[in-house]
């Protein structure tokens, strides 16, 4: 079974889910291979979108996300940063032909807009096979086995060893739900908005600013750590939103004069700053 992920860590944590876990009541194969892992980490929720994932648009703004998190400039990080784009297109590729051989795909996703935005466009690139493919919806909450409850915004929040216990949630998508993703996906790449966010129940194109009343509620004339600033807006508000976006969009506001930096330092999340 190959299992198909949109994000770095959600499919880290699957790579070790599928090595931990044996025996196929579990729904996973007894002989496990990273291969059979795929992660399309493309960010389809920021951006451009009429342009290819394989282009260099996406290319560059991949690298310009992850790329806020270097100290200094450290060569070997980068290199690995710029190669980020490469991967993901060999990783479609190598889906590709996992389909056209008949492989079964198991695809796990969430409302979080970047996983909703990859189960789209994966459903209007892959129309023209007549294979069967499965998904697993993170759901909105769990109720583990010492009866406490525990949410989750993306599949990049759970445990490696918890991810056997949602197969229960795995369902087959028929051929009339993969054509309406992908019309979905043509709604969206028709609209094209700076952002694509799931508002009440439905992925929407939305303006680039759409998230920043996020920051103006947490940031003062007390001068705070980036990263603090950051780390509390994700801890109150799980929008499934990368903390590259609110980076993207401090940095915007230190351009124009509306935030400024108290005290610098070559990671820009190490850096403090407050209203100016």
Known sequence: MIEVLFGESEAG??????AIISGKADGFTSVWT???VICLGFLLDIGNIKEDVGSEYR????YSMY????WGKDEKMNAELMRLHAHYCNEMKRLRTYWANGEAIRVWYSDAPYSRCGLYHLCASLQEYRNEISVVKLPEYKVRSDDSIISYSNWGEVAPEEFA???SYEKKLSKEEIRMYAILWSALQEDNSPLRAFINGKLTGVAEDFYDFLIWEKITRK???EAGLIGDILGKNQLGVGDWWYAKRIDYFIQIGKIKIVEDSENDYARTICLA
């Open 13 to 18: 944590a699957m790579r070790v889910a599928k």
């Open 34 to 36: 990273a291969e059979e």
């Open 59 to 62: 290319k560059h703004l991949i």
């Open 67 to 70: 790329a806020q998190e270097q």
């Open 165 to 167: 216990g949602f197969l």
């Open 223 to 225: 001068p705070i750590k």
